[in-house]
């Protein structure tokens, strides 16, 4: 059984931080690029921050680029994103998953996408 579980989320005021966690299992991988997506009510699930495999490279939307942050620790197989500065723009749910093609670059395509979390919940006051 694969899984991956996002943690961190909650209600912050405007200009705040959070940061995210998905704990993966019953796979390893280490060897996929993982994402987070967000999604509003409403709206489409958006792509966020990508990062590659070994963690080398990685990729934010322009509406997030400067304020979040995408890590990984494969040691024990989690990804993480750092929010800073947040807008009320940012209240979504926000998922984490995996991609297990081998791209140089993290692909932005939710439909490259195999792995999904469950979502986490961020709400931005102002």
């Known amino acids: 059984q694969v899984q991956l579980v996002e943690s961190g989320g909650g209600l912050v005021q405007a200009g705040g931080s959070l940061r995210l966690s998905c704990g993966a299992s019953?796979?390893?991988?280490?060897?996929?690029?993982m994402g987070w997506f967000r999604q509003a009510p409403g709206k489409e699930r958006e792509f966020v921050a990508g990062i590659s495999r070994s963690g080398g490279t990685t990729s934010h939307a322009d509406s997030v680029k400067g304020r979040f942050t995408i890590s990984r620790d494969n040691a024990k197989n989690t990804v993480y994103l750092q929010m800073n500065s947040l807008k009320p723009e940012d209240t979504a749910v926000y998922y984490c998953?995996?991609?297990?093609?081998?791209?140089?670059?993290?692909?932005?395509?939710?439909?490259?996408?195999?792995?999904w979390g469950q979502g986490t919940q961020v709400t931005v006051s102002s």
């Open positions: 998953a995996a991609d297990p093609s081998a791209s140089y670059y993290p692909r932005q395509n939710r439909n490259d996408y195999v792995y």
């Open positions: 019953g796979r390893t991988f280490s060897y996929d690029t």
